[in-house]
């Protein structure tokens, strides 16, 4: 008994279009092709072929590492490999359904205490050139000091929208060392006044505030809780970007 691709298609659930796709990459073909109508034709035992298939499908498994395991040449080995790769995946991704279960819980107790919860998001933070001026501080208040004598340093035209201070170390540490930055042009000249340097591309947790003293402390405990919750270490400076009147705090982070 053999079936044409529409009839086989109904049986299977499967769309034609997909099994027109599965055999042009080679992840299952007909057991014959019409060499006069080119109709791809299939064969009832092909009912197990396809449902090793699309199992390992719905389980996560890539059309690539699927098509290594359902050849006939495959070892028991490689199908073993590929059924721990994805008991780890869906180990990862329990645990960060875990993590996101926290969060959740934590952010609806927070409305029940009659506050909102400060959003926090990951993105990548691209490399940027800048003059930065490195100092420790006796308090915050020096930092503005800092900044403003930088303002005036760099060269006007040279600098980009970016600008804001690095923290190295805060109050809480017993020192403030902080670094105020503007992005600069690749003209920028040197001078004793500054330092010109590259901060890295990074991954950063970052939540926006106003710019007032009791909003950012509020959204550094919020990045500081989520960096917890999820598993993450801080990996470099903190950062604080002006945006206008609006704040943005940026933790580096890494996994650990």
């Not at 395991?69 to 073993?80: F, L």
């Not at 809480?172 to 930055?181: K, T």
Request: a positive charge.
């Amino acid at each position: 008994m053999q079936y044409r691709i529409g009839e086989f298609a109904r049986l299977t659930g499967i769309s034609i279009k997909t099994l027109r796709f599965y055999d042009q990459i080679g992840l299952f073909q007909p057991a014959a092709v019409d060499p006069r109508t080119r109709y791809r034709l299939y064969v009832p035992q092909q009912l197990k072929d396809l449902a090793a298939v699309l199992a390992l499908k719905d389980l996560g498994a890539s059309l690539n590492d699927i098509r290594r395991v359902v050849r006939k040449t495959a070892s028991r080995q490689e199908h073993s490999k590929l059924l721990e790769k994805l008991r780890s995946n869906a180990e990862s991704s329990m645990e960060s359904a875990r993590r996101s279960l926290v969060w959740i819980d934590d952010a609806l107790a927070k409305l029940t205490d009659g506050e909102r919860e400060i959003p926090v998001l990951v993105k990548q933070r691209a490399a940027i050139r800048v003059a930065s001026c490195r100092a420790q501080v006796k308090c915050y208040a020096e930092i503005g000091r800092l900044e403003r004598d930088l303002q005036r340093a760099v060269v006007p035209g040279l600098t980009g929208k970016l600008q804001g201070v690095l923290w190295h170390r805060c109050a809480e540490s017993g020192s403030i060392e902080g670094e105020p930055f503007v992005e600069i042009s690749r003209g920028a000249p040197r001078s004793a006044d500054y330092e010109l340097k590259e901060l890295p591309s990074a991954t950063v947790a970052t939540a926006y505030c106003e710019s007032d003293e009791p909003a950012a402390e509020r959204a550094y405990e919020a990045i500081d809780r989520w960096v917890r919750l999820h598993d993450y270490r801080v990996d470099g400076p903190k950062q604080e970007i002006y945006v206008g009147q609006i704040l943005e705090i940026r933790f580096p982070v890494k996994p650990r």
